[in-house]
């Protein structure tokens, strides 16, 4: 099921679903029988700044101005970019709330295609938390910035999509900001259909290197690596790399392809589609490491390792989600 929900418990909503790629160059005059019903979270973009994005960016930021019900009042922006791994959503109060003493609590965040929402009277058809996905946790003593991450998924850059946001906000004293009254509605339900998706651009690869090139080219690298929770200079990660001349120990193996694949990500690669592989092959290698613990294919863990590594490979020689380099 390609739907993803994340979810917590709410009393102020602020809600939007997030417009295409294009962005609105005009401030638009709102009022009260334009805001509510089908399209009602009608965004203002011209008022906003340029956001300050709290980690790296490779694709066109998409800044959006959350509205209170009550009398359309600004509390919070919303600005959405990708990095290669994870579909970010970083949320800002609006000065003017910092200094009133208001903090983010949690937010909520629906994700999915605009035909899978069912819209029931509090979100999707049974609530928030009744749908398939995963819960994004509170914010930590209430803070007036906070970045929730989601991982990035294939069909993500396939297909135009609608996100969903709410956001809940207390005072200094952890008190409600707001109550449940407080939702954006449109008759007996809420309304938080959209008319245009939003498009994820796949992020510029610098392109990905074989584990030949890094082995070669010292002067590419600019930090040693961790593996298996050793920590490798570039000096001696290379040394070792060089000294590997056949595939019989596994560890070897796993060692030169796991230390590209990091090394390809921390050029700016996309990544969401290895990481996994990676968290898998780092622990793979704390149990059955260091490089060079002699892993024969007699041990039951060459299977494992065998099909890590396989899978490292591809990434690094750029068959995977990120572009080979030229």
Not at 120 to 138: A, M, T, Y
Not at 227 to 232: A, E, H, N, R, T
Request: charged residues 20%; negative net charge.
């Amino acid at each position: 099921m390609r739907v993803k929900i994340w979810s917590s418990s709410i009393m102020l909503l602020l809600v939007i679903i997030m417009i295409s790629c294009d962005t609105i160059d005009e401030n638009p005059i709102i009022n009260p029988e334009e805001y509510y019903g089908d399209g009602s979270f009608f965004i203002s973009l011209a008022r906003l700044n340029t956001p300050e994005v709290l980690g790296a960016n490779c694709s066109n930021t998409n800044e959006f101005e959350l509205r209170f019900q009550q009398n359309l009042e600004a509390y919070a922006t919303a600005v959405v970019y990708s990095d290669g791994q994870y579909l970010n959503i970083q949320y800002d109060l609006l000065q003017e709330r910092i200094n009133q003493g208001w903090g983010m609590d949690r937010s909520l965040v629906w994700i999915g295609l605009k035909e899978d929402w069912i819209e029931g009277k509090d979100g999707p058809e049974g609530g928030w938390s009744q749908v398939e996905g995963i819960i994004i946790n509170p914010f930590l003593n209430y803070p007036p910035s906070g970045l929730h991450q989601i991982k990035l998924e294939e069909w993500m850059l396939n297909e135009c999509f609608s996100i969903a946001i709410r956001l809940t906000i207390r005072d200094q004293q952890g008190n409600w900001g707001g109550s449940a009254d407080g939702m954006i509605n449109h008759g007996d339900y809420l309304t938080y259909s959209w008319n245009e998706p939003f498009c994820l651009e796949k992020c510029e690869d610098p392109g990905t290197l074989d584990v030949s090139y890094w082995e070669n080219n010292p002067v590419v690298w600019t930090k040693g690596v961790t593996v298996g929770g050793v920590f490798y200079s570039e000096e001696l990660a290379i040394q070792i790399m060089k000294g590997i001349t056949t595939s019989d120990d596994m560890s070897n193996v796993l060692f030169e392809e796991l230390v590209s694949a990091k090394l390809n990500v921390d050029l700016g690669n996309t990544s969401y589609c290895i990481i996994e592989a990676i968290e898998a092959a780092d622990a793979w290698m704390e149990e059955n490491g260091p490089v060079g613990s002699g892993i024969l294919s007699d041990n039951p863990a060459w299977d494992t390792g065998n099909s890590l590594a396989n899978q490292l490979e591809s990434y690094n020689n750029g068959l995977m989600c990120a572009d080979p380099a030229n």
